[in-house]
């Protein structure tokens, strides 16, 4: 029976027991951070690599290479990454058209602030010069 995160091979060495121990705990964490945060990694600008799944895991990368795991242990870390890749991509394509559509409206929003504050200078404009009208003739009388 191969080695897995659920039911190593190795499964007397307590070493290799607590690796996969903290390599299913990492993997946790990091789902559960991506919910919490709109289905966005919060750190590693994003990313989630074998790298920083191991980083978070304290397990040197070159562990998964060993005989013992790597085709077991690395291939479903590497499998787990790719669900998680896909399920962030989708999200980040999903926050592009978000992000797009909030300055599209911030765009037309300003658009209509500018042309307000264009009547308001040309009223204000308006005002003083009647201002300045009334104020001679005033003078006049």
Known sequence: MPNSLLEPNDAANPRTQAMLQRLRKAMQDIEL???????????????????????????????LQ??????????EVI????????????????????????????????????AELALARAQIASLLEENARLRVAGHAH
């Open 66 to 75: 060993t005989p013992l795991h790597k085709d077991t242990t690395r291939v």
């Open 33 to 63: 951070e991506v919910a919490a945060h709109q289905g966005v990694y919060p750190y590693n600008h994003g990313r989630v690599t074998q790298s920083e799944l191991c980083r978070r895991a304290d397990v040197k990368k070159a562990t």
């Open 79 to 114: 499998e787990w990454l790719d669900r998680l890749s896909a399920q962030l991509a989708g999200t980040r394509d999903a926050n592009r058209e978000r992000v797009t559509a909030v300055a599209d409206d911030l765009a037309q929003e300003l658009r209509a602030v500018q």
